[in-house]
């Protein structure tokens, strides 16, 4: 079941002059909901801002959002949470106006299950045709326009194949169609350099801040396919379904297997004790 606010009124509808609609000008954020609580939703609005700033929308209410969240979303309940910003209204034409009215979307799916009660799993991945263009002055933020997605998404039915890995137009391997993608070597993290491309993922921050913590010795940088093919493990994140490591990377007619490293648990642990510390507290 979908519940859902258009800026904060229960059934409201968007305007097909909207600019979301019209031209994917504007940003989301999709959330865990656990117990009634969004996880991570003060990382998540930090990264709405920013991009809020990146597109030159006004500067987000915070607390109005957390209130709107708070309204949506009931104690005990599971699910997920997706905030929606688009410019709003405007003429034809792609000039921006010059005192934009925020369309402001805030939704919420339910679910009976906790994500808690989940364990590690492991996944099939294939390597997708569709490149990833470089841009720089959208690269790391969740904007509307998520067309290069889609059609790699598109690419395969095979259901036993959960995620498919994109390339930018240099070959360097950027993330999932829906994740971000980590691979160790000789205890070394690596993760991709996402300054021209690709999106900076919530739990992407998370891992690469508690494994240093930890003591791992993590690298941001160019990844290539043999990174991933010659990798000890491999692992996928996003904020919805937290880390998953990857069994089999297949395309054309390579496959690439992998074990269960001892990576991939310690950060899917910490994941978890991260998201049981918060629990206390409704976001």
Known sequence: MTDYLVNGKAGGLISVQDRGFQYGDGLFETMLVENGNALFLSEHLDRLSYGCNVLAFPSIDRKLLEREVNEIV???????????????????????????????????????????????????????????????????????????????????????????????????????????????????????????????????????????????????????????????EVFITNSLILLKTVAKLTFLNRTATYVEGPVSPIMYGAIRDEILARHGERS
């Open 74 to 232: 009931s104690n005990n309940q599971f699910g997920v949470l997706k905030i929606m910003l688009s410019r709003g209204e405007s003429e034809r034409g792609f000039l921006i106006p010059d005192k934009p009215k925020i369309t402001r979307v805030v939704t919420f799916s339910s679910s009976l299950k906790s994500h808690m009660d989940v364990k590690l799993q492991h996944v099939n991945i294939t390597l997708c045709k569709t490149r990833l263009s470089q841009q720089p002055l959208l690269a790391g933020i969740k904007h509307l326009n998520q067309l290069e997605r889609v059609l790699a998404r598109s690419e395969w039915k095979d259901t036993t194949v959960s995620e498919g890995l994109m390339l930018d137009n240099e070959g360097h391997v950027i993330e999932g169609t829906m994740s971000n993608v980590f691979v160790v070597k000789e205890g070394v993290i690596k993760t991709s350099d996402l300054n021209y491309a690709g999106v900076k993922g919530i739990m992407r921050d998370f891992i690469l801040k508690r494994a240093t913590e930890q003591g791992y010795d993590c690298q941001v940088t160019n990844l290539t396919l043999d990174d991933v093919l010659n990798a000890d």
